[in-house]
């Protein structure tokens, strides 16, 4: 396994949030570009196209999953550099996803949520997340990326014990 996992779940009125936190030594600004800009996404997500802006939908690659499939993500809210909300819906069901970025002393803390509907699969999610969020840290400082196996199943223990006993 490359790391520790770092998601933690918080239960709110409307379900149950899975947040995953890291810190970049970059600016604002350039963590932003990261995670907005279609070459940059390139890198540890995939690219994307289309007319990008609030109440929009682009077309987004997920190149590092099994035939790099294309699914359209709905802009909910683009507040740069501070705030990006997206929405998709695929064979999983609906994924709702928010990054917020807050800079204090040329560090860039990136609070990554995805607004779950369901804790079921979260042993899946968590490292899935975990995965990608690292592949963005490597991306930033041209550090080797790791494989996907470094962290499922690895880290679905972790994820699954977050839920709790069965009830």
Do not use: N
């Not at 239960?11 to 149950?16: E, I, K, L, W």
């Not at 289309?50 to 929009?56: C, K, N, Q, Y």
């Not at 939908?57 to 705030?83: G, S, Y």
């Not at 860039?108 to 509907?117: A, C, K, Y």
């Amino acid at each position: 396994m490359t790391g520790t996992p770092t998601g933690r779940l918080f239960r709110t009125a409307t379900g149950t949030d899975l947040v995953l936190v890291r810190t970049f030594r970059a600016p604002v600004a350039d963590v932003w570009a990261s995670v907005t800009e279609p070459e940059r996404t390139a890198r540890w997500f995939g690219p994307w196209e289309g007319d990008a802006g609030p109440g929009r939908t682009i077309r987004l690659q997920m190149v590092f999953e099994d035939d790099a499939p294309w699914t359209e993500l709905r802009i909910e809210t683009c507040e740069p550099p501070r705030h990006l909300a997206v929405s998709a819906a695929d064979g999983s069901g609906g994924w709702r996803i928010e990054l917020l970025l807050t800079e204090t002393a040329g560090r860039t803390e990136l609070r990554f949520t995805h607004h779950l509907d369901s804790e079921e699969h979260v042993g899946e999610i968590g490292p899935g997340w975990e995965y990608y969020l690292d592949l963005l840290v490597a991306a930033g400082t041209d550090a080797p990326k790791a494989g996907f196996d470094d962290y499922y199943p690895a880290m679905k223990p972790y994820y699954e014990g977050l839920r709790g006993p069965a009830a």
